[in-house]
């Protein structure tokens, strides 16, 4: 549980471990090109959402893609750790890190997908999302920086799914 600074200091850390370990983090070239993108404009820091993210009980079958500027103050955005930040129908709260950065299609843009995942996808209604970009010190753990957008809001259709509970695999938020 989270109660101080050193203990969000020490999360945010452990979420830089994973992300820098993990092979899925990378810069990346975006495929497919014929995607919506949706932008994150980071002055309002308002997030564009589509209609639905998919149905009850998908898995990986949606990729939502979002495009906001590389540099904030003097800040490299693909140098930092994103987590895209949501609440499901059903009120459970997880994070999910952003597996990549597209820094080539747009000059100046990153563009990074969410792949829409079970958590996600469990219940039908009404997801709440937000994202969470940061930089630690890697040597004292220190928070450097941290962005946060407002909250957006999507939905999940409903559908008949056979819903194997895959939520285990997810860090559930304790903030």
Excluded at 70 to 75: A, E, H, I, K, V
Excluded at 137 to 152: G, I, Q, R, Y
Excluded at 159 to 170: P, Q
Aim: hydrophobic content about 40%; proline content about 5%.
């Amino acid at each position: 549980m989270i109660t101080n600074k050193e203990d969000y200091e020490r999360y945010l850390s452990s979420l830089t471990n994973i992300a820098e370990t993990a092979p899925s983090v990378f810069r990346m070239k975006r495929l497919p090109v014929d995607e919506t993108i949706y932008q994150i404009d980071l002055n309002t820091r308002k997030v564009s959402a589509p209609p639905f993210i998919g149905v009850t009980g998908d898995h990986s079958a949606e990729f939502i893609f979002f495009e906001m500027d590389r540099y904030y103050d003097m800040m490299d955005l693909s140098e930092t750790i994103g987590l895209i930040l949501f609440t499901n129908a059903n009120n459970e709260q997880y994070c999910q890190l952003i597996p990549c950065y597209d820094i080539y299609s747009v000059s100046g843009k990153i563009i990074f997908p969410w792949a829409v995942q079970v958590p996600a996808a469990l219940y039908t209604g009404q997801v709440s999302f937000a994202f969470k970009f940061f930089k630690i010190d890697p040597t004292s753990s220190k928070l450097l920086f941290e962005l946060n957008t407002l909250v957006a809001k999507t939905k999940v259709l409903n559908g008949y799914a056979n819903i194997t509970d895959s939520r285990k695999e997810y860090q559930v938020l304790n903030l």
